[in-house]
């Protein structure tokens, strides 16, 4: 009995102890490395090179931008698909026409900017520990929804990663980390809305998020374009000041 009871409070102990540690606050990082992780997510923006490669954090964010859409306005999510050239498919059913349609087809391009908004907010309420776990949740919901082998393996990678990291790594490494990945978040962003304008400018991406937009509300494409950038530039502008804590 008495053996029984001790196990019961220590297990209850460690539990609120990981509770308390997820909703808590955590230190955040000094001001000059703040900026420094800004810099090594830009430098994982700007270059082609690197580019191609974390280009693929960005595909996962707009594709579970559409599919979580989708999900909240009642439409049935069939699968979602991500594919080696960091190009996607979210395939949902439903009406073909109407607010619910319209609203999944617009959350690509802001998904991104906007996880990166909120990112930044939660760093800026010193929530470290709850922005990794929360990344990691919705990367694992995600991971329910994709239908191809490079989808899952990218989604388990990055989700791994997150939890990795979360798990096992000291304080000041979780705050690099966080702050690294919600600086991408940010500038990665805006990046694919100015490739998307290109394409279209060569004749490219006749079946566009703008284009499908544009089919659905009678709103030129260069509007919904305007929209896309307007989201990115306004969320980069505001989760930039909130992680330099202006």
């Known amino acids: 009995m008495v053996t029984t009871h001790t196990a019961t409070v220590l297990g209850s102990e460690t539990f609120a102890d990981f509770w308390d540690r997820l909703i808590g606050t955590q230190s955040a990082p000094d001001a000059w490395l703040v900026v420094v992780t800004g810099v090594v997510a830009l430098a994982a923006v700007v270059p082609g090179s690197l580019w191609r490669l974390s280009r693929n954090a960005v595909t996962i964010a707009h594709e579970g931008g559409h599919g979580l859409v989708a999900l909240l306005t009642g439409r049935s999510l069939q699968g979602i698909r991500l594919h080696s050239d960091t190009s996607g498919l979210t395939v949902s059913r439903g ?3 109407g607010l619910g349609m319209i609203l999944t087809a617009a959350a690509g391009y802001t998904a991104t900017p906007l996880l990166g908004l909120g990112g930044a907010w939660l760093l800026a309420a010193h929530h470290i520990t709850l ?6 949740a ?3 919901a995600l991971l329910v929804m ?3 082998a490079y989808g899952v393996l990218t989604v388990t990678a990055t989700g791994a990663a997150f939890l990795l990291v979360s798990w096992l790594t000291e304080p000041i490494v979780q705050s690099v980390f966080a702050y690294t990945a919600v600086w991408f978040m940010l500038l990665g962003g805006v990046r694919p809305v100015f490739e998307l304008q290109s394409k279209r400018r060569h004749g490219g991406a006749p079946d566009s998020d703008a284009d499908q937009l544009a089919r659905l509300t009678h709103v030129p494409p260069l509007v919904w374009l305007a929209f896309f950038h307007l989201v990115a530039f306004c969320s ?8 330099l804590g202006l």
């Open 95 to 97: 009406r073909p026409t």
């Open 131 to 136: 922005l990794l776990w929360a990344a990691t």
């Open 138 to 140: 919705l990367l694992l």
């Open 146 to 148: 994709v239908r191809n």
């Open 236 to 243: 980069l502008i505001g989760g930039g000041r909130w992680l």
